[in-house]
């Protein structure tokens, strides 16, 4: 369904790791939906070349940058300007990293460095992203920042471990840029918490299917795909959403708002 949603616009999607990507959907979708974009990703995951099907497939450039350096991110949004050939309209963070997910260490005895390391790659590079954006006036004004999100920011998940807290900080840095940089540039900042997904980042999460299967039978929808949230994600991209900012939004097929669902129940009653 292509309606040039967003035609002459222009951005910078991060996080594409592969085909499962949420934000290799969000690109296939602001592509059929008229925009120009460069792609980019830590340095260490273009190592595997995924990344250049897509960039072929959007006519997309790449340009790594590890999202925790200010010097990247610099290089990252001159570049993109030149490339593009104007300031940038959109942007996706889609960026999620915790070595202590990683390692399977217990919440309760989460490794600091570890912890300190999932805060500047998952949470402290969308305020590194958007202080460099700024410094440089590089977003348009009613331009859109998109950041993923996971509702453990809100109730607790116990295998979500140090992601919960660092998703926690993601969304007040979305919220509390929002309001400085929609005051002096209309510039709208904000996240979208979205349903499990099957994807790296997510697969990577210790019981991560059997949740999945929780999360589908909780939410009226069934959990929402990729390619769902990047519709979503286009959705904010475009100026038919030019008021929306600093919110948390959730894109969950009604989990969020749901206590407990017939289906749950009558798995319970089998036992
Ligand atoms: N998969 C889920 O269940 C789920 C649910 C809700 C929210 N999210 C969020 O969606 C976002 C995208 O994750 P995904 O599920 O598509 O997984 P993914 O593994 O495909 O994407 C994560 C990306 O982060 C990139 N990254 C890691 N360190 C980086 C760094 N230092 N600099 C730049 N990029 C770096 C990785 O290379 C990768 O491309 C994350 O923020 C994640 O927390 C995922």
Redesign the pocket.
């Known amino acids: 369904m292509a309606n040039d949603l967003l035609k002459g616009k222009r951005g910078i999607i ?5 085909a ?4 290799w959907k969000v690109a296939e979708k602001a592509h059929e939906q008229g925009a120009v974009f460069v792609l980019t ?2 340095p260490i ?1 273009m190592r595997m070349g995924e990344i250049n099907a897509l960039a072929e497939k959007t006519n997309s450039k790449i340009i790594p ?4 350096s200010i010097e990247d991110l610099t290089k990252l949004f001159t570049e993109a300007q030149e490339v593009l050939g104007g300031k940038i309209d959109f942007v996706l963070h ?4 915790s070595v202590n997910i990683r390692k399977n260490i217990p919440y309760t005895e989460s490794n600091y460095d570890y912890f300190a390391k999932g805060i500047d ?2 949470a402290m ?1 969308l305020h590194k992203m958007l202080a460099v954006a700024k410094k440089m006036d590089a977003i348009s004004e009613w331009g859109s920042v998109v950041a ?3 509702m453990a920011a809100q109730r607790t998940y116990p295998f979500y471990t140090d992601m919960a807290d660092i998703k926690a900080m993601l969304e007040s840095i979305a919220r509390s840029f929002g309001y400085h940089y929609g005051v002096e540039k209309k510039v709208r900042i904000n996240t979208v918490s ?4 099957k ?4 697969t990577g999460i210790k019981g991560f299917g059997d949740f999945y299967d929780f999360a589908d039978s909780i939410a009226p929808l069934g959990n929402a795909s990729a390619e769902d949230c990047a519709n979503y994600c286009v959705t904010l991209f475009s100026d038919l959403t030019r008021m929306v900012t600093m919110q948390n939004l959730f894109h969950d097929g009604g989990y969020s708002s749901t206590g407990v669902s017939s289906e749950i129940l009558s798995k319970m009653g089998e036992e």
């Open positions: 991060t996080g594409a790791l592969d499962n990507s949420i934000a990703n830590a995951a940058a590890d999202a925790t889609s960026i999620g990293m790659v998952s590079s993923l999100t996971y979205q349903s499990p997904t994807t790296t980042a997510g």
